[in-house]
């Protein structure tokens, strides 16, 4: 099953010319009202319309008209794709409700706004590739910056405008994984605030700081509320706010990505605790929140490479005792205080990082204490799956 293909996404910058930048402002609009259009043929009718039926409606008959006449100034291949794409978003959407889908809750299709992140779709038939340039139909040869090269011919291209005025050419490219075998067999992680990740094996991984950026987005934010609604300097502000978010999410993106990609690389298992993500967002201070948005993408990412990979991923109970208990023998010290980073087991008189033994505890959890455990043999009531709050299911070795 892991050499069937899979869809793979290459984005890369673009810097387009004034004349090209117009021409897709024109692009983005209609791509925009199409979308709309059909978007709202959809909630007003019982039965969803046809694809075929909303193409011609919105996009060949709507061009006759007075008030859609401009719709065949630009390439009709993103416009019935947008058609195509809202299909897909209400296929999700009903799968997503039925239980079918995997994942994160996907919510019904919403309109399209002129001041979000804009983007236009073209299939084959849109857009051909020529040496270092792109040609997208009616808008012109673009010339991207290759920061990695194509791994085959790609089926689509999206342009994308962001909120920050950035433009990307964005790829879908069909790839075979392949499936490197893993050196080591298991690994469990211990994710923090402080620290991002810890180990089973002892490394650990320090997030970057968002602490300077996090300041300047903030003072930004107080100057951008001062300012008048509908004026060029709040404009300009509103773009500065969006530039700097923007450096925030790439800055945590590619840390995110280097380190999933080494651990699902070197590891057949990957051990997670689940942590109650959404639950904790709800905090004031951004920096945190950032932290606590990076365990889910941090989650995501694995998940999806140990697919791609062959490899195993698993989630534990977050309701496992795993700070409370020796990760040598299993002896159950109980709560700690969070300011206790080492502790010495007062059973086996091994000493331990809080957090490493944590992260060690999570393997052993995962992997059901398959391997070296002195804990098996002794406490061999263990489950994989402890039930909420059933803090007492590591039993003393020693019956103490
Ligand atoms: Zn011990």
Redesign the pocket.
Known sequence: MYNSSMKARYQYRIYPTDQQKQSLAQLFGCVRVVYNDSLRACKDSEKLPKNGDLQKLFITQAKLTEERLWLGEVSNVPLQQSIRDLGVAYTNYFNSLKGKRKGKKVGSPKFKKKENRQSARFTNLGFSIKGDQVYLAKIGSLSPVWSRELPAPPSSVTVIKDCANRYFLSFVVEVIPKIIPAKNQSIGIDLGIKTFAFMSNGEKAESPSYTKLDRKVRKLQKKLARQVKGSNRRYRTRLRVAKKHNQIADTRKDFLHKLSTKVVRENQSIILEDLNVSGMVKNRKLSRAISLQGWAMFRQFCEAKSEKFGRDFRVISRWEPTSQV?S??G?KWGKLDLKVRTVT?I??G?EHDRDENAAKNIEKVGMGNRHDSKWTVRAGKTTLVAPPCDLSRITDPLGR
């Open positions: 020796c040598d023998c002896f087991c059973s086996c091994a």
